[in-house]
């Protein structure tokens, strides 16, 4: 999906040197599920797979309060 794409591009370019190796597992997992499921979740329109980590969700939040800065 596209706008996934653009989405976790730009957060990637713009924090993902400082991120943490756990972390950067987190967002490895997230990169794996489905875009649509990670577009519902990234929009709020989801609380997130039921199956998620607390990496994962900390990532997200990362993502959204990324996307509200811009």
Do not use: H
């Not at 990670?38 to 998620?52: E, K, Q, R, V």
């Amino acid at each position: 999906m596209k706008e996934m794409d653009i989405i976790l591009g730009g957060f990637v370019d713009a924090r993902g040197a400082g991120l943490t190796d756990t972390e950067l597992d987190a967002l490895e997992t997230l990169m794996d599920r489905q875009d649509q499921q990670l577009f519902l979740w990234i929009t709020g329109a989801s609380d997130g797979p039921d199956d998620y980590t607390d990496a994962e969700k900390g990532i997200v939040t990362g993502i959204v309060e990324f996307c509200n800065a811009i």
